[in-house]
């Protein structure tokens, strides 16, 4: 009889959630600021922008995420010490998992960019937690926690389409099937939609899409977002759509910064001094780039 394999958060759950020393809180101070929620108060919702990684220095922080039916499931609960995010925070996309006050709680709230210093000067300390993000990520891949929910035939060619789309951008997301799930049944019902309209998206902040494009379906989970036309960058990295025949190499930071001084200095300008500060790298969500 073959052995069960074993969720990530049962083999590496210490690596998942590790515990921080008192000064390793010290060192990131310099890099947050601290803030106080209310006992019920949410930290994060699902499908909307969080502020970045959250450390606890009191109180309790409860994490949730919702199953297909739209329960509520616990995840952890974050006591003094520990830390909340996963890399969504890293990359500022939406939340995937709730967070809410047990008790009164203090946290030192670091945001995204500052997050991204952080990993950058205490290399040990970033590497415990950039490890941490990712085993959350993989976690939440493992059970399609916080992602779309695709309705619609299992064999269906927009079906998989859809799911393959997410798969590649690794986005978790969760498949079921109206003819023989109860609670699809239910669901397609409840917003009146012909079987031939299938499939539909439900996504993590509410909205129903049907049998949506990629582009319409990256939007409304928060891969694609609108680009801030008052922000400068001397360098846009864009490629690896879906027609790329391999992965494009990503420059490193020493290269960047050799192009975009030598960008700068053609342009008549200074030049950068940080390649964090000039570099917009784009990763495409395939199809919504063509």
Not at 146 to 170: E, K, Q, T
Not at 223 to 238: C, F
Not at 248 to 256: A, F, G, N, Y
Request: glycine letters at 10%; hydrophobic letters at 40%; aromatic letters at 4%.
């Amino acid at each position: 009889m073959a052995t069960p394999s074993r969720s990530v958060m049962d083999t590496r759950g210490e690596q998942m959630f590790p515990t921080l020393e008192p000064g390793e809180i010290e060192r990131m101070r310099r890099f947050g600021e601290v803030q106080q929620f209310a006992a019920g108060e949410m930290l994060a919702h699902i499908g909307e922008v969080g502020p970045g990684i959250c450390v606890v220095l009191a109180g309790a922080v409860e994490m949730t995420w919702q199953d297909e039916a739209g329960r509520r499931q616990p995840i952890v609960t974050y006591l003094p010490g520990a830390f909340m995010g996963e890399l969504a925070q890293l990359s500022g996309r939406p939340s995937l998992v709730d967070a809410r006050a047990v008790k009164p709680v203090t946290v030192l709230v670091i945001p995204t960019e500052r997050l991204r210093a952080l990993l950058v000067a205490e290399a040990e300390l970033g590497e415990r937690i950039m490890r941490a993000l990712i085993l959350r990520r993989v976690a939440i891949l493992e059970t399609g926690a916080g992602g779309p929910v695709i309705v619609g035939r299992p064999d269906s060619g927009d079906v998989l389409r859809l799911a393959d789309f997410l798969r590649r951008n690794g986005h978790p997301h969760s498949r079921i099937d109206p003819e023989t799930d109860p609670e699809a049944k239910a669901l397609v019902e409840r917003f009146h939609v012909d079987p031939g309209e299938l499939p539909i998206v439900l996504c993590p902040g509410g909205q129903l899409l049907h049998n949506p494009g990629e582009t319409q379906l990256a939007r409304c989970i928060g891969l694609l977002r609108p680009i801030d036309p008052d922000l400068v960058y001397d360098v846009a990295i864009i490629g690896a759509g879906r027609r790329a025949s391999r992965p494009v190499s990503m420059p490193d930071r020493k290269d960047c910064v050799h192009w975009c001084s030598t960008a700068a200095h053609s342009a008549g300008r200074p030049a950068p001094r940080r390649a964090s500060r000039i570099i917009s790298a784009f990763r495409p969500a395939s199809a919504a780039w063509r």
